[in-house]
């Protein structure tokens, strides 16, 4: 196939100029394009590209040597991209370093201000920016208009690899992009449960490379949400744990005046499959303050159908008056569906909680942010350092 189209290119061009010309093509794309007297109408997109473009992106090697060695510029550019950029946006590692020892430049951007490295995206492109740092692409160099280096964008796809690659040559662990994102955040808000997985290990990986580099755990971005923020409403348990571990500030608060448990509890039906309940209860046994009780109401009617959630977070204060209002906020299929739960959680209505929960509550206070560490060391039953953990039960006594 490659020499198919090596003896093709033989045929159809004999000079440097031909070589180098800008092909256009159109594309299926439609588009709404200006005309005369204001008038729009659809036309097919036009792609610009050259035959050196073509052989990159294909990863037609044959073809990209025959080019190269009979005059074609490396660093032509068309359509606002140069064969290096679509080397390595392909993962083709091979043509990007053919590239490269006829002078591509490492550095060029593209139109929308994207270098080679921004452009390895992929576990595929390893190779590629392995290429490119060896001949001195600058692992610092960010985007034209997001300012985010191929450290940034390492971190949203998640790829460690790549991270650790631009950390060995000096890339900057907290550099911030024009929203104020590092790279620690940038994987924090990436991180989502895949399927199949109980976690995204990728983002993990990441970021506890980026803990070891000592990347700073409270970078806000510009609206004042810190990587802590961003693990918790994407509800990603083991990195929340990890990011608490390296002194993530527990009660930050956005500029919307949420903290991390706000985060999660906003999301915790959207994502119960990630399991927000744990994510909840490990937060208030790391000290996280508590949802102002005038709102739990609010906070009932969200997580309604996330029983678990609601019970650690109820079980979190000494006393909560449960009126009829508590009642109504609970639609009938969801009582129906968690029928015993509610049931215990309303015959608390004008109540006092039993002795056994004052008991916890005044461990708990006395503990305060260290009831994680200080609980476990305990000499009492597993299952009675599991209820000041505030482990769910399925019902509220």
Known sequence: MLSHHWRDLQDGFSDPAELNMILVFQSDELRWTAQKLGLWSLEYKQELTSPLCIAAAQG???CLVYLLENGAHPNLSAGGKAALHEACTNGNTECAELLLEHGANPNQLTEEGLAPLHLCRTPQSLRCAKALV??????DLPTEEEEETPLIIAAR????HHAQLFLRYGAKINHTSSSGETPLGAACLEAQQKLGEDQDEGHLEVCTIFLRYRANVNVADNERRTPLHKAARNVQIRLVQLLLDHGADINAIDYNGCSPLSNVLQNAILRQECQPDIVVQTLLNHGSIKVWPQALLKVLTACAAAPKTVEI???SYTLVPVTYTWVEAIPEEIFKLH??????????????RCLQHLCRSAIRKHFGKYCYLLIPKLPIPKILKDY??????????
């Open 60 to 62: 037609f090697t044959d």
């Open 134 to 139: 060896r001949h001195g692409a600058n692992v």
């Open 157 to 160: 796809h998640g790829l460690p």
């Open 313 to 315: 977070l109820f079980n």
């Open 339 to 352: 029928r015993s739960f509610y049931d215990s959680l309303f015959a608390l209505e004008f109540k006092p």
């Open 388 to 397: 000041l953990l505030l482990r769910p039960e399925g019902y509220i006594s």
